[in-house]
C-alpha cells in the first residue's frame, strides 16, 4: 500500500492505496471533485522528493505527498 498525505489547506485525511505509478493514482483522486481542483495547483513528492513524471513507479511503503501552493508575507 501506499501512504497519501494531504498538506496545507488540503482538508483531507491520509489514505493508504494500492497503486502502481503517480498516473493511477491521479486518476483515483481525481473522482474526488475537490481533489480535483486542487491537483491542477499541488507539488507532488514521493518518499520526500519533488517528482513531475506521472509515470514515476510507486512501491508497497511509499509515501506520496500533495503539496498545496503556499504564500507568505
Known amino acids: 500500500m501506499?501512504?497519501?498525505?494531504?498538506?496545507?489547506?488540503?482538508?483531507?485525511p491520509s489514505l493508504?492505496?494500492?497503486?502502481?505509478n503517480l498516473k493511477e493514482l491521479k486518476e483515483i483522486l481525481?473522482?474526488?471533485?475537490?481533489l480535483k481542483v486542487w491537483l491542477k495547483e499541488c507539488g507532488v513528492a514521493v518518499n520526500d522528493e519533488i517528482v513531475t513524471n506521472l509515470d514515476t513507479e510507486l512501491k508497497n511503503g511509499d509515501k506520496v505527498v500533495l503539496l498545496a501552493p503556499v504564500c507568505g508575507g
Not at 493508504?16 to 502502481?20: A, G, P, S
Not at 481525481?30 to 475537490?34: Q, S
Open 30 to 34: 481525481n473522482k474526488d471533485e475537490e
Open 16 to 20: 493508504e492505496l494500492d497503486v502502481k
Open 2 to 12: 501506499v501512504k497519501v498525505e494531504f498538506l496545507g489547506p488540503i482538508n483531507k
